[in-house]
């Protein structure tokens, strides 16, 4: 395990459902992040929380909205989503301002959306 | 913006022989890269980071070199094992005023036949 706890691990939507992603860290990080990975793609940067500020948004469609309730968890939540959106969606946590800046990822949240 | 280039066909070894990995980035020079090792449908996960001052790392069977001048980063597994085989992300800091950014490359995919 890495610390960082992602739920569901699966989850098929259609689209008009509307669902959240869960991720929480027990590593006492202080940013966090969401990254998206489509077949055959490059990981997707799509938000950064630093001390629980959005810092980075790569534009991304509204239908993802994240939340950061405090430095531990994060949410993301989901909205009338296309199949396009279908992926892997990875949470992050590292730890800023140090020489460590390794990124400890969660196990990811396998997406269908149909 | 910083792009991020590894070997985009993946790479077949027998057991026992040396796998070299290489990521090529075209901008300015980070700070640090760091290099992860993904299995399939799970998170990253962090291996070796080397930094701008360092020319070589090692950590048991893995060795990192760092060729600012080159703009290439080379990951060596020597004495390959099939317990080797994944897909291996280069990534590398983008700094921002306030904050890190770790952007990916698009990865390799290491196969070890015994």
């Known amino acids: 395990e890495t610390g960082v706890t992602q739920t569901p691990r699966h989850l098929v939507m259609g689209m008009t459902n509307k669902k959240s992603l869960k991720c929480e860290q027990h590593?006492?990080?202080?940013?966090m992040y969401w990254y998206k990975q489509s077949a055959k793609k490059p990981l997707e940067l799509m938000f950064v929380?630093?001390?629980?500020?959005?810092?980075e948004n790569n534009s991304v469609p509204s239908r993802f909205s994240p939340e950061c309730p405090n430095s531990s968890h994060l949410f993301l939540h989901l909205h009338t989503l296309q199949p396009e959106d279908s992926a892997l969606y990875l949470c992050?946590?590292?730890?800023?301002?140090?020489?460590?800046?390794?990124?400890?990822f969660g196990q990811g949240t396998r997406l269908t959306v149909v | 913006s910083q792009k991020i280039e590894q070997n985009s066909e993946a790479l077949n070894i027998q057991e026992g022989k040396t796998a070299t990995l290489t990521c090529n980035y075209t901008?300015?020079?980070?700070?640090?890269l760091q290099w992860y090792r993904q299995d399939p449908g799970r998170g990253p996960v962090f291996l070796l980071l080397?930094?701008?001052?360092?020319k070589e790392k090692r950590k048991e069977r893995l060795k990192v070199t760092f060729d600012t001048t080159l703009k290439q980063s080379l990951f060596h597994i020597t004495a390959s094992q099939p317990a080797d085989s994944a897909t291996y992300l280069c990534?590398?800091?983008?700094?921002?005023?306030?904050?890190?950014?770790?952007?990916f490359g698009p990865g390799t995919s290491l196969s070890v036949i015994p």
């Open positions: 992050a946590s590292s730890q800023l301002g140090t020489e460590d800046t390794e990124a400890f």
């Open positions: 590593l006492g990080h202080n940013a």
């Open positions: 929380y630093n001390f629980k500020e959005q810092t």
């Open positions: 901008n300015y020079s980070p700070a640090y």
């Open positions: 080397i930094r701008e001052n360092e």
């Open positions: 990534a590398l800091d983008e700094m921002k005023t306030s904050y890190d950014k770790v952007i």
